[in-house]
């Protein structure tokens, strides 16, 4: 059990920025999974099996960025931070981009969108709060998450305050609740909200499509997992779990998504083992392990992965266009998905560098002197800070 961390010591985590990019990697899968975004298989046998392999890989990376944006703010707080530093920070990182791949989708196809209903709202990033199909899921449909981000943020400094004054020996207690919390209200959605009419794609109704994934007040259990999570490292009460065998309960909980009732493989399979291996790799960060993920080039697919995570979209769109219904061999229409993926990565670096990089250093701000130096040096026994390029 790694040594207790003073509050005032904010160790870097290379690796949690390389894991994003599998974790955005899993999103790009999931979509391509979906024939009505992109079909370029003429095996349907093949396409059936590519569907039913990574039907809850979207659901798996979107509920893995939730847990880890949770963690990282609540790992990287800093004691007396004011509030507009803090919101200017978070709404740079996320507003420059949306906006572009907001406008590119309206430029490039319009058709799609919808009317001043459906696009104003997604400019605001206020559409997942609207009951409505057409709406918490439109323009560049990736944009619903951000909605939930940005509660996140507002509600930070209030749930930080929350969450840092409970009991260290209090923690896992209070991270069972939390899970029993998210696995509650998928139960009440199941049961009581009504379940038709059913949407031709999932096999729920639109509102309990709208509860049970896209309304962001119900996603917050995630980011409050994460945030205990942090906790649970710092205070020394991480149980010791290693990456491997972290990585295998997330794949025992991948393969109970897919077969357990659908709607419970949203989020609830997942949280747990998602929690314990954000976890399991910051603690290697911490104690100086290896764990394959803090390279220059992973580094660089982790920080470019939330630009790529809103354009891969519409890179599908174009790939769709460009298809125009044609299938292919098995080998080819992979080819099509990898070239696909190739572009989404290219342009999500253009993004990255041209607009979330330059934005977020002349305008984000750097954290005053004193808010950047730790309160204190690490703890006599504590493992020695990693200091990595991120």
Partial sequence: MPDRQPSGTRQKLPSLTGLRFYAAALVFCFH?????MVDPFADRDFADGYGLLFGKAGWAGVSFFFILSGFVLAWSARPGERLGPFYRRRLLKIYPNHVVTWALTLLLFSSTVGGVSVWLPNLFLVHSWIPRLDTFVSVNQ??????????FYLLFPLLWRWVKNLRSGRLWAWFAVTFAGLLLTQIVIDTLVPATPRLTEWPLSETQWWLAYNIPPLRLFEFVLGMLMARILREGRW???GIAPALALTGAGY???????WQYGLNVTLAVPLALLVTAVAAADVTGRPTGLRGRAMTLLGEVSFAFYLVHYLVL??????????RFATPVALAVLAVAFVVAQ??????YAAVERPVMRRWAGRPRKREDTPASGPAPGAPRPVTQRV
């Fill in 255 to 261: 393969a109970l998504a897919l077969a357990v009732p």
């Fill in 346 to 351: 290219l342009l999500g670096w253009l993004l």
């Fill in 142 to 151: 990736p944009s619903w998450s951000l909605c939930s981000e940005l509660l």
């Fill in 317 to 326: 769109l174009a790939v769709q266009d460009l298809l125009d219904g044609r």
């Fill in 239 to 241: 149980i010791g779990l």
């Fill in 32 to 36: 391509t999974s979906l024939t009505k």
